[in-house]
């Protein structure tokens, strides 16, 4: 009779063979996920980053926006409708200071100033809305003392007293 004992063997060393490929392969397709998993963990920085950018940069042209408007508005005299678009737009400048782009500190710094500008020309606009029904309910002043009023809104001292600040 044949002697087989060296098939036992033999399967023994191809076993051994066949866990050795397959821990080598294993180990190839591990390192490839990982690297997939850190190109994917980039890209979706990146996209993050172009996201936050192109919202940062929509944020800035609603405020742009609603200057704009505050401009026309003052240049018509239509002070009440001001006051609420003011609010808007130092929550429009806070939210831009918040998410501002961190490779810019001065911007930072710019828009924390322009916020406090802007609540300062508010309180000046709501002071002098609020002197003109005064002087509207009271007496009437003559056009040549409604021109001094240093509250008055149509009194150039008072925009420069908004911007100085």
């Known amino acids: ?85 003011y609010s808007i737009l130092r929550a429009a400048l806070a939210s831009l200071n918040e998410h501002h ?7 930072g710094e710019s828009l924390q100033s322009a916020i406090v500008q802007v609540r300062v020309i508010e309180e000046l606009v709501e002071k002098a809305i609020l002197g003109s029904v005064n002087n509207q309910s009271g007496h009437r002043k003559n056009k040549f003392s409604a021109n001094q009023d240093p509250n008055s809104i149509t009194d150039r001292s008072f925009w420069g007293k908004a911007i100085a600040v």
């Open 1 to 85: 009779m044949p002697d087989f004992s060296w098939w036992g063997s033999l399967t023994s060393i191809a076993g051994i063979f066949v866990s050795f490929f397959g821990l080598a392969w294993a180990i190839r397709r591990a390192g490839k996920a990982q690297s997939t998993e850190l190109a994917a963990a980039t890209a979706a920085t990146e996209a993050r980053s172009e996201i936050t950018d192109v919202l940062y940069f929509r944020e800035l042209e609603r405020a742009i926006g609603i200057i704009e408007r505050l401009k026309s508005w003052h240049r018509d005299s239509k002070w009440d409708l001001t006051i609420e678009q």
């Open 101 to 107: 782009l961190p490779n810019n500190p001065k911007l």
